[in-house]
């Protein structure tokens, strides 16, 4: 499966983007779709996932109550809300797909190309 993501840009401290991800296959039941992001120098970090059946939600705590993932099932494409961007947040985001639920990259098998974020001070 390939992975699309797309959404990244440049916004000020407090602003807001919506990041997209589309799957080139069906997305299953099963599956749980997520966001990572990677900062220069530093090792990729979870961000947020969803379990594509259920819709059931995961979230690092320093996003909780600021960013939103969510899924278009007939659409095979995942969204990231992002509001109240801290300069801190910017990096490169990838979505990627797994079976099971896991905040270690190295646990998912697919990855999209990524996305670029730059919040502004």
């Known amino acids: 499966v390939q992975l699309q993501a797309s959404g990244g840009g440049l916004v000020q401290a407090g602003g807001s983007l919506r990041l997209s991800c589309a799957a080139s296959?069906?997305?299953?039941?099963?599956?749980?779709m997520g966001w990572f992001r990677q900062a220069p120098g530093k090792e990729r970090e979870f961000v947020a996932a969803?379990?594509?059946?259920?819709?059931?939600?995961y979230y690092t705590d320093s996003v909780k109550g600021r960013f939103i993932i969510s899924k278009d099932g007939p659409k095979n494409t995942m969204y990231l809300q992002m509001n109240d961007l801290k300069p801190e947040e910017t990096a490169v985001y990838y979505c990627t797909r797994g079976n099971s639920y896991s905040t270690i990259a190295t646990d998912y098998n697919y990855w999209g190309q990524g996305t670029q974020v730059t919040v502004s001070s």
């Open positions: 296959e069906r997305t299953y039941s099963s599956h749980l």
């Open positions: 969803i379990r594509w059946g259920s819709g059931r939600t």
